[in-house]
């Protein structure tokens, strides 16, 4: 069955008042951290495919994006990007979409209006982007989740999942329209994103993925487990100098005294106030910077938005 650019499984599920989970490649999961949180959710769930863009190529460059080939028993098979979206029906907790969207090179606001015509079709009742970015934080102290939302029970879902709100101000993605448009259909929108020190370079953020995978157990009940805690902390714990990602000499006293100043030592991860100007324009440089390299990287990385053919 064809909805809009998407074929959708058939039989089609039922789903009741379903939340989508989304997370955008390249632009805001930086870590993989959007990634691997849903990846974790999908396996607990259990969680089938609904569909994929009919015609991936309408949206992606795929000199971009690039496709990848496999041997596989003696055969070759060819996998191409795509936008997946799959779909749980728990007992306990609403029914979840869940959608790994590629961020598009062609044709941005047909892509946002295919996505809404899911969204619109299959009754959404929520829509939260989550994800990873850049910051000026430290690894020795615990990671910020701030967030964006609109909806009666936005704070409320704040306070349980203990982010900040976020005034962030500068470039963004066509994709955004999509939460615009949902938040004009009369649907809660929520974002939530880590913040990461700004100088590692890890392709999967293990602690970044359980700190978001903290805020979401507590939102929707999962159990604390698939968060992976411990495997999160102890790759910051191994980390040392010898790598040549930590800063060197003053550099990150000086980072972790501007964090304490602003949240306090030691502090959880709840702070609620926004970030110094002159950090928020560092960030806005710094985000300009990685939209304009992370596009030719994400081809190369393995991620769950491709198909077999």
Same mark, same amino acid.
């Given at each position: 069955?064809?909805?809009?650019?998407?074929?959708?499984?058939?039989?089609?599920?039922?789903?009741?008042?379903?939340?989508?989970?989304?997370?955008?490649?390249?632009?805001?999961?930086?870590?993989?951290?959007?990634?691997?949180?849903?990846?974790?959710?999908? +396996?607990? *769930?259990?969680?089938?495919? %609904? @569909?994929?863009?009919?015609?991936?190529? =309408?949206? &992606?460059?795929?000199?971009?994006? $690039?496709?990848?080939?496999?041997?596989?028993?003696?055969?070759?098979?060819?996998?191409?990007?795509?936008?997946?979206?799959?779909?749980?029906?728990?007992?306990?907790?609403?029914?979840?979409?869940?959608?790994?969207?590629?961020?598009?090179?062609?044709?941005?606001?047909?892509?946002?209006?295919?996505?809404?015509?899911?969204?619109?079709?299959?009754?959404?009742?929520?829509?939260?982007?989550?994800?990873?970015?850049?910051?000026?934080?430290?690894?020795? +102290?615990? *990671?910020?989740?701030?967030? %964006? @939302?609109?909806?009666?029970?936005?704070? =409320?879902? &704040?306070?349980?999942?203990?982010? $900040?709100?976020?005034?962030?101000?500068?470039?963004?993605?066509?994709?955004?329209?999509?939460?615009?448009?949902?938040?004009?259909?009369?649907?809660?929108?929520?974002?939530?994103?880590?913040?990461?020190?700004?100088?590692?370079?890890?392709?999967?953020?293990?602690?970044?993925?359980?700190?978001?995978?903290?805020?979401?157990?507590?939102?929707?009940?999962?159990?604390?487990?698939?968060?992976?805690?411990?495997?999160?902390?102890?790759?910051?714990?191994?980390?040392?100098?010898?790598?040549?990602?930590?800063?060197?000499?003053?550099?990150?006293? =000086?980072?972790?005294?501007?964090?304490?100043?602003?949240?306090?030592?030691?502090?959880?991860?709840?702070?609620?106030?926004?970030?110094?100007?002159?950090?928020?324009?560092?960030?806005?440089?710094?985000?300009?910077?990685?939209?304009?390299?992370?596009?030719?990287?994400?081809?190369?990385?393995?991620?769950?938005?491709?198909?077999?053919?």
């Amino acid at each position: 069955m064809r909805i809009g650019e998407f074929d959708i499984a058939e039989p089609i599920p039922e789903l009741k008042d379903p939340h989508m989970l989304v997370v955008l490649r390249p632009w805001i999961d930086v870590g993989n951290v959007g990634s691997l949180s849903l990846g974790r959710i999908e +396996r607990h *769930l259990r969680s089938k495919e %609904l @569909g994929r863009l009919h015609r991936p190529g =309408r949206f &992606y460059d795929f000199t971009r994006y $690039r496709p990848r080939s496999y041997l596989v028993s003696g055969n070759r098979e060819v996998t191409i990007p795509n936008t997946i979206i799959r779909y749980s029906n728990p007992e306990d907790g609403p029914h979840l979409l869940t959608a790994h969207l590629l961020e598009p090179h062609l044709y941005g606001e047909d892509y946002a209006d295919a996505l809404l015509e899911i969204i619109e079709y299959f009754g959404v009742k929520l829509y939260a982007l989550i994800g990873g970015m850049y910051d000026m934080v430290p690894h020795t +102290r615990p *990671l910020v989740v701030s967030g %964006l @939302g609109s909806g009666e029970n936005v704070e =409320r879902d &704040y306070n349980i999942a203990n982010a $900040r709100p976020s005034n962030y101000e500068g470039p963004t993605t066509i994709t955004y329209t999509i939460t615009e448009t949902a938040t004009k259909m009369g649907l809660e929108t929520r974002a939530f994103v880590v913040h990461l020190p700004q100088y590692l370079n890890l392709d999967d953020d293990y602690r970044g993925a359980a700190r978001m995978m903290d805020v979401l157990c507590r939102l929707y009940n999962f159990p604390e487990y698939i968060a992976q805690t411990d495997r999160g902390q102890k790759q910051y714990d191994e980390l040392t100098d010898n790598d040549g990602q930590i800063p060197s000499g003053d550099t990150l006293t =000086r980072i972790e005294e501007m964090y304490d100043s602003e949240y306090g030592e030691g502090s959880g991860p709840e702070p609620s106030t926004p970030l110094p100007s002159s950090i928020e324009e560092f960030l806005q440089g710094l985000d300009v910077n990685l939209n304009a390299t992370d596009g030719d990287d994400a081809g190369d990385d393995t991620e769950p938005g491709s198909s077999r053919t």
